[in-house]
């Protein structure tokens, strides 16, 4: 079974924690450092991915440093299609769906489609909303933030996502947010829609993972909280344990 279908399927049986890794944020050693961390305290795939990449080296050396220390499924999390790698096993085909810029929406699609067929990484059709804060993915990706209670707006985008075909759909606070995306948005998004419901920024501590679970996120996203972390694997463990209660 290909890593999407597996995944919505395994979104059926129990909640899920993803780790974010940012190519920008440390050296390739320490990526895979962190990522046999992250493997050993239970998360279920490593995204790779950051607003402030700035080559394609870059990614390729972190993933090839986290696949060696890790078996988990690395899924790329890209900005942009300069950033693809051909070492990953998949790439969420994310539609950032509320830019007011038509690159992030449809046009770095096609300038990255023909690479990802010629990798055979397995493209993970998504939709992706970003709230406010929105913190640097917003601002970069010209987001037209959701405010942080417009419920009927989210629902929108999700019910707008699904129907396009999409098999996940992610609402994004941005990465460090001082507050994440708020239950509430997040139980009506889930009760409205069918496909799984990804939901991460802000979200460093166990408490913030179980609440947000608990009001409707299938999947869980830290990357922020990987990054400072002194004591990462019982971090992460505490996290992951919250998000399965
Ligand atoms: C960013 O939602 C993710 O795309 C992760 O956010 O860095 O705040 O955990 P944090």
């Not at 780790?19 to 493997?39: C, N, R, W, Y």
């Not at 917003?138 to 098999?167: E, P, R, S």
């Not at 993972?209 to 971090?235: C, M, P, S, V, Y």
Request: charged share 25%.
């Amino acid at each position: 079974m290909n890593i999407g279908d597996h995944i919505v399927k395994l979104t059926q049986k129990k909640k899920l924690h993803f780790s974010l890794i940012d190519p920008d944020k440390q050296k390739p050693k320490v990526a895979g450092a962190i990522a046999k961390t992250i493997t050993e305290a239970g998360s279920s795939a490593i995204m790779v991915g950051g607003s402030t990449i700035f080559s394609q080296k870059q990614v390729d050396d972190t993933i090839k440093a986290i696949k060696d220390k890790s078996s988990l499924p690395v899924i790329l999390f890209p900005s942009g299609a300069k950033f693809l790698s051909k070492y990953a096993d998949a790439v969420f085909f994310m539609s950032l769906l509320n830019s007011r810029n038509v690159d992030y929406i449809i046009r770095e699609h096609v300038k990255g489609a023909q690479f990802v067929k010629q990798s055979r990484l397995e493209p993970i059709p998504m939709g992706y909303v970003i709230v406010e804060p929105g913190m640097t993915a917003g601002k970069i990706g010209d987001a037209d933030l959701i405010k942080k209670d417009d419920i009927d707006t989210a629902i929108g985008y999700a019910l707008a996502a699904q129907y396009l075909g999409m098999k996940l759909f992610y609402l994004e606070a941005g990465s460090g947010a001082h507050y994440p995306v708020s239950d509430e948005i997040i139980t009506s998004v889930k009760e409205n829609t069918d496909i799984p419901l990804i939901v991460g920024g802000g979200i460093r501590t166990a408490d913030a993972a179980r609440e947000k679970a608990q009001a409707g996120a299938d999947i869980i996203i830290t990357g922020t909280a990987l990054e400072k972390e002194k004591n990462l694997k019982k971090t992460l463990t505490d996290i992951i344990n919250a998000i399965e209660e």
